[in-house]
């Protein structure tokens, strides 16, 4: 049976990690979050934000645009963030509506204040491993792989998915980290073969137990990054299991939670595996909450 690899407790460590230093620094780190639109799944993600730089002591500045507010509105409001010496990360809640370019609004923060790294000079960054902030969720994956101590160096690993929110930089982190990197997404043939060469798998493809027994070679680390909204919760536990459904919470509302990853059958075959949640979300928070204390470290530095 798999070991669980525990991403609540360890957001835990590093948040209280966070805020021991924050108090010794005299900081108050500002975040901005931007949510255009009525999205519910986007509403929670930047509420959970939000409560995070709360809990921290953050100074957190939400910002509710209509989902037809003009490009120019919304650029105009990025620009005075940007001069904003309160704030030191500034989130652009994705996805956006379609009418807004989302590669441009995201190219006009400060790449300074880019905490989420979804900025071209950032990726760039990243690519060449310079210095830059990564972004929340692969360094959310590493963090976890590393408390773990997973091995990477000269190890297989398949990263299934190649957005650029996930997938890529994964990726990237881990060839940086000396493993051997297979890059997945829907057009690749035979995606069970050359999922069950990898020591360690990354799942972030967004489709509900996507990833079976057969994907993985026995004593593998399976990193389950996919949060999918099950409606027809009974079926599902009926097909997959009751773990496979681990937010009975949610359950009650009437739907449930789920990752990419088959976890009653993975659990079974797999070394180490994340669950859903308590995975890797809570460490994309807390990575966050890293990212803008980095920024804030940085302004004062060089003030
Ligand atoms: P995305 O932008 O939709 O990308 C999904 C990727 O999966 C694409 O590269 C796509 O391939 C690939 N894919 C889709 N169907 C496939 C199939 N049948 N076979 C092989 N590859 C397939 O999603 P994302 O933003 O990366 O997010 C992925 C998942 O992670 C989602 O469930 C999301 O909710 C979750 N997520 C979780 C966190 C967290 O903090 N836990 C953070 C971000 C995202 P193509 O490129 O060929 O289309």
């Given at each position: 049976?798999?070991?669980?690899?525990?991403?609540?407790?360890?957001?835990?460590?590093?948040?209280?990690?966070?805020?021991?230093?924050?108090?010794?620094?005299?900081?108050?780190?500002?975040?901005?979050?931007?949510?255009?639109?009525?999205?519910?799944?986007?509403?929670?993600?930047?509420?959970?934000?939000?409560?995070?730089?709360?809990?921290?002591?953050?100074?957190?500045?939400?910002?509710?645009?209509?989902?037809?507010?003009?490009?120019?509105?919304?650029?105009?409001?990025?620009?005075?963030?940007?001069?904003?010496?309160?704030?030191?990360?500034?989130?652009?809640?994705?996805?956006?509506?379609?009418?807004?370019?989302?590669?441009?609004?995201?190219?006009?923060?400060?790449?300074?204040?880019?905490?989420?790294?979804?900025?071209?000079?950032?990726?760039?960054?990243?690519?060449?491993?310079?210095?830059?902030?990564?972004?929340?969720?692969?360094?959310?994956?590493?963090?976890?792989?590393?408390?773990?101590?997973?091995?990477?160096?000269?190890?297989?690993?398949?990263?299934?998915?190649?957005?650029?929110?996930?997938?890529?930089?994964?990726?990237?982190?881990?060839?940086?980290?000396?493993?051997?990197?297979?890059?997945?997404?829907?057009?690749?043939?035979?995606?069970?073969?050359?999922?069950?060469?990898?020591?360690?798998?990354?799942?972030?493809?967004?489709?509900p137990y996507?990833?079976?027994?057969?994907?993985?070679?026995?004593?593998?680390?399976?990193?389950?990054?996919?949060?999918?909204?099950?409606?027809?919760?009974?079926?599902a536990i009926?097909l997959f299991g009751e773990s496979s459904l681990k937010?009975?919470?949610?359950?009650?509302?009437?739907?449930?939670?789920c990752g990419?990853v088959n976890f009653e059958a993975?659990?079974?075959?797999?070394?180490?595996?994340?669950?859903v949640?308590?995975?890797?979300?809570?460490?994309?928070?807390?990575?966050?909450?890293?990212?803008?204390?980095?920024?804030?470290?940085?302004?004062?530095?060089?003030?």
């Amino acid at each position: 049976m798999a070991v669980l690899m525990d991403g609540k407790a360890l957001a835990r460590k590093i948040t209280d990690e966070l805020r021991n230093e924050l108090v010794s620094s005299g900081l108050r780190p500002g975040l901005a979050v931007i949510l255009v639109g009525e999205n519910p799944a986007s509403a929670v993600y930047v509420r959970m934000k939000e409560k995070a730089c709360e809990k921290l002591g953050f100074f957190s500045s939400g910002f509710r645009l209509p989902h037809d507010v003009s490009e120019d509105e919304l650029a105009k409001l990025i620009l005075r963030l940007n001069n904003d010496p309160d704030i030191h990360g500034i989130l652009l809640q994705l996805p956006m509506p379609g009418h807004l370019d989302e590669k441009r609004m995201l190219s006009l923060i400060l790449p300074e204040k880019d905490v989420d790294g979804f900025h071209p000079v950032n990726v760039g960054r990243m690519m060449v491993g310079d210095e830059c902030f990564v972004p929340c969720t692969p360094r959310g994956i590493m963090k976890l792989l590393d408390e773990y101590d997973v091995q990477l160096k000269g190890k297989r690993a398949v990263v299934l998915g190649r957005s650029n929110i996930v997938g890529k930089p994964t990726a990237m982190l881990l060839l940086q980290r000396h493993a051997t990197v297979t890059i997945c997404h829907s057009r690749t043939k035979n995606l069970a073969d050359v999922c069950r060469e990898a020591d360690v798998v990354i799942a972030a493809v967004g489709r509900p137990y996507f990833v079976d027994k057969s994907f993985v070679k026995p004593g593998a680390v399976v990193v389950d990054v996919g949060v999918n909204r099950v409606d027809d919760v009974e079926k599902a536990i009926e097909l997959f299991g009751e773990s496979s459904l681990k937010a009975t919470k949610v359950a009650e509302k009437g739907y449930a939670l789920c990752g990419d990853v088959n976890f009653e059958a993975v659990e079974k075959v797999a070394s180490l595996l994340t669950p859903v949640p308590g995975g890797v979300g809570p460490l994309t928070i807390a990575m966050l909450m890293q990212n803008t204390f980095d920024s804030a470290k940085r302004f004062a530095r060089e003030s």
